[in-house]
């Protein structure tokens, strides 16, 4: 019988996509043996929370375009032509789907991983994938009490890179050269995405 296959999943909303994401990845397949990795960009929320949220398409491109020359990573359009807002059960459940035979990996960064218990259906979450917490710089990255072995908690290269602050500084009109992939770059500037970004 041959070994289960093992896929990472690295839900985000990749507005826009940047290497802190790429290296988290990266490394979590190194230290899990995983066979690839796929990235789930989230779905357009029905109306703006405290933000505009850039379309789908733009994000999902990002994406495509900044994962396109690992042949380990893929990506996703599930929860974009799902719609509405990301709940993550439905993404695991529709990668449980199309894998049945797998073992699911979830990848979350610490800030993600603190909010996980106001998750919905938690416990369905932590039958369905295993969850792996990755260090991000300015948070800490601790077990907010998930299920015994529901959980590791690793350390990945630090990258104080969040797409917050790439919006901002494409804003301000400063670079965003190698805080993103190089077609990354070119297609923010191609959109003319995030120009008027406010806060
Ligand atoms: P925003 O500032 O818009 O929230 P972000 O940089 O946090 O963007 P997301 O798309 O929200 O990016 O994050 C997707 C996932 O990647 C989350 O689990 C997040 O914790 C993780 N992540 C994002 N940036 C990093 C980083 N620099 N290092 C480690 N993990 C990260
Ligand atoms: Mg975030």
């Not at 933000?51 to 599930?78: C, G, H, W």
């Not at 993550?88 to 073992?103: C, K, N």
């Amino acid at each position: 019988m041959s070994e289960k296959k093992r896929i990472g999943v690295m839900g985000g909303t990749f507005d826009p996509i940047h290497h802190g994401h790429l290296v988290a990845a990266s490394e979590v397949v190194s230290l899990f043996h995983l066979d690839e990795v796929v990235f789930v960009p989230t779905g357009q929320p029905w109306q703006k929370e405290d933000r505009k949220v850039s379309a789908a398409e733009d994000r999902y491109l990002m994406t495509v375009i900044a994962t396109a020359s690992n042949p380990q990573f893929s990506v996703s359009r599930s929860d974009i032509d799902r719609g509405g807002l990301t709940y993550t059960i439905d993404t695991l459940r529709d990668l449980r789907a199309e894998h049945p035979d797998a073992e699911l990996f979830f990848i979350t960064g610490a800030d993600a991983l603190s909010q996980i218990l106001s998750w919905r259906h938690a416990e369905e979450l932590f039958a369905l994938a295993h969850f792996i917490g990755v260090t991000r710089p300015g948070h800490t990255l601790s077990d907010p009490g998930l299920p015994e072995g529901g959980v590791s908690l690793v350390e990945v290269p630090a990258l104080a890179i969040s797409s917050t602050d790439c919006r901002q500084r494409v804003a301000k009109g400063d670079p965003v050269w190698y805080l993103v992939p190089d077609g990354v770059v070119r297609y923010i500037d191609k959109r003319a995405l995030y120009r008027h970004e406010t806060g």
